[in-house]
């Protein structure tokens, strides 16, 4: 672990490990240049609790990326819950306890939310402990805030914008798109599918909940041994990360990527992968970014249309990457990552305001 810190080039790195369930806990603080960081908290199974720190900070620069990326003045951050396995769920909740008290000793420098493996219903627990540091409950908590939904319409828009790029129109109708993993995102993403006339392919490892999205939308089922041989105009990873790699990236017979998943690109040399097929990438960071819009701005006290209407900007900003990197005969990451390095030059110019 030490190694990966020392080279890491974040800000900080809180590690803690809850005995009881064998569990451990990071906290990755990659860049409060723009505000305080802020990210989902995210509890899965690892290999190596190794993998679990490694993963904390790949994803909370993602989130660095996101913030800069949508225009808004926050900072990066992420936290990972390392399981050993299923958890019971007395277990499960002094887990999460323990990671609210982690979270409020910080005071403000994180703020979390939901992500891959937790739910809204945890983030309520975690705010037992800090309520003031917990997007989704709180201000609005009559009713927890689920951002599965507003993540979907910011994919959703972001395939729009890329089908225009690609057909010369964004009309969904009679494109063909696969989604693949049919959970918080993934499933409300492949009713906005149907809903606009599209096509749908469905893939998940939990083979009879594929098979349910399929029945209920009218779409068809992709083993997960088959996803990456169908043919198809888009490609939405919904799921897990690093599916896009220099293993996968040869059998693709889709036009255009763009998904929710975190962290697609298993290493950046695939950018450039799929540009040389062909193949058009929207950056995730930028279409996966509804739910970090919902969440803090639910929690200041903005409208569900307020908010609504802040996500359809991702359409817009999707679009002009795409025309960016056309003009520049580029992968549509280094665009996006200009947008990124503008925001975060811009603040740090910013005059340093000396407190009274």
Not at 212 to 224: F, H, K, S, T
Not at 291 to 305: F, T
Request: aromatic share 6%; charged share 25%.
């Amino acid at each position: 672990m030490r190694e990966l810190i020392e080279n890491w080039d974040g800000e900080s790195v809180v590690i803690s490990y809850h005995a009881p369930t064998d569990t451990w806990i990071f906290i990755a603080i990659h860049s409060t240049v723009l505000g305080p960081a802020n990210g989902g908290c995210r509890m899965r199974v690892y290999d190596d609790p190794e993998d679990g720190l490694r993963d904390a900070m790949r994803l909370a620069e993602g989130m660095t990326h996101k913030w800069a990326g949508i225009g808004f003045d926050i900072g990066g951050g992420k936290g990972v819950l390392a399981v050993p396995g299923p958890l019971d769920p007395d277990a499960r909740r002094q887990v999460l306890h323990h990671f609210g008290r982690l979270l409020r000793s910080l005071n403000g420098a994180y703020c979390t939310g939901e992500d891959l493996g937790t739910t809204p219903e945890d983030m309520a627990t975690i705010a037992e402990e800090a309520p003031e540091f917990v997007h989704g409950v709180g201000v609005r908590a009559a009713a927890l805030v689920d951002p599965g939904p507003y993540t979907a319409f910011g994919v959703f828009l972001g395939i729009r914008a890329c089908v225009h790029h690609v057909f010369g129109s964004p009309e969904l109708q009679g494109r063909s798109v696969l989604v693949q993993g049919v959970g918080d995102v993934g499933a409300p993403l492949a009713r906005r599918l149907r809903d606009s006339g599209a096509r749908l392919l469905v893939c998940d490892t939990d083979v009879a909940l594929a098979g349910r999205i399929a029945q209920e939308l009218d779409g068809d089922v992709v083993g997960p041994e088959a996803v990456y041989h169908q043919e198809c105009d888009v490609y939405a990873p919904c799921a897990m990360g690093a599916t896009l790699s220099r293993h996968t990236i040869p059998k693709l017979r889709c036009c255009i990527v763009a998904g929710s998943a975190n962290n697609q690109l298993a290493e950046p040399e695939d950018a450039e992968r799929l540009y040389e097929r062909e193949i058009l990438y929207a950056p995730d960071y930028i279409v996966n970014a509804g739910g970090a819009v919902a969440l803090p701005l639910l929690g200041k006290g903005h409208s569900e249309e307020e908010v609504w209407s802040r996500v359809r900007r991702i359409e817009g900003t999707v679009e002009g990457i795409l025309r960016e990197a056309k003009e520049q005969d580029e992968s549509p990451v280094h665009a996006a990552r200009r947008i990124v390095e503008r925001a975060l030059a811009n603040k740090r110019r910013e005059p340093v305001t000396a407190r009274p």
